[in-house]
Antibody, heavy 120, light 107 residues
Framework: QITLKESGPTLVKPTQTLTLTCTFSGFSLSTSGVGVGWIRQPPGKALEWLAL???????RYSPSLKSRLTITKDTSKNQVVLTMTNMDPVDTATYYCAHSPIAAHGVDYWGQGTLVTVSS | DIQMTQSPSSVSASVGDRVTITCRAS??????LAWYQQKPGKAPKLLIYAASSLQSGVPSRFSGSGSGTDFTLTISSLQPEDFATYYC?????????FGGGTKVEIK
């Protein structure tokens, strides 16, 4: 059974760096074809794809946010970490961790999401 | 980036109605399109992948079609649990962009 869970701060101040951790089970990020990504959703708005890391450490980013995002993996801990620098109130959103293997061509399992509010 | 445009943005329908939602890509994406259902306060749920493949456990009243730039999600007979927001996502190239969503509301 595949599960993913996001953890991190619920409140960050403008200009600070956000660090979110996705802890997963039921699969290994060392298995060929496996990917884990991040997607966010501002309150009342649509989903926005952010970043994805594959088993071979191939990393993909949203071009509009690439300069602010870093995605890394720790295979031994079954974790993926997303950092986003220079946070702004417009970055207030629910951030989802997602199992996104090559074969799925999309997301087949989602975490429950974590709401991050950016405010001073 | 490939832009994904969904229509309508909302639809009012009754239980038992047939509902069709469309998604258009700004450039061809072959059949690399997924559909998700999202209920308030919950994570999205995968319904359809590769444009027309039904995800395991999803009721057969949901179906998807299309290729290239134009895609459709059809709910053949709307059930009470189907009132939700539906999103399409292209998985042909990065970033894997989403549509703006279609809210299916009770008439």
């Amino acid at each position: 059974q595949i599960t993913l869970k996001e953890s991190g701060p619920t409140l960050v101040k403008p200009t600070q760096t956000l660090t979110l951790t996705c802890t997963f089970s039921g699969f290994s990020l060392s298995t060929s074809g496996v990917g884990v990504g991040w997607i966010r959703q501002p309150p009342g708005k649509a989903l926005e794809w952010l970043a994805l890391i594959y088993w071979d450490d191939d990393k993909r980013y949203s071009p509009s946010l690439k300069s602010r995002l870093t995605i890394t993996k720790d295979t031994s801990k079954n974790q993926v970490v997303l950092t986003m620098t220079n946070m702004d109130p417009v970055d207030t959103a629910t951030y989802y961790c997602a199992h996104s293997p090559i074969a799925a061509h999309g997301v087949d399992y989602w975490g429950q999401g974590t709401l991050v509010t950016v405010s001073s | 980036d490939i832009q994904m445009t969904q229509s309508p943005s909302s639809v009012s329908a009754s239980v038992g109605d047939r509902v069709t939602i469309t998604c258009r890509a700004s450039q061809g994406i072959s059949s690399w399109l997924a559909w998700y259902q999202q209920k308030p306060g919950k994570a999205p749920k995968l319904l359809i992948y590769a444009a027309s493949s039904l995800q395991s456990g999803v009721p057969s009243r949901f179906s998807g079609s299309g290729s290239g730039t134009d895609f459709t999600l059809t709910i053949s007979s709307l059930q009470p649990e189907d009132f939700a927001t539906y999103y399409c996502q292209q998985a042909n190239s990065f970033p894997q962009t989403f549509g703006g969503g279609t809210k299916v509301e009770i008439k």
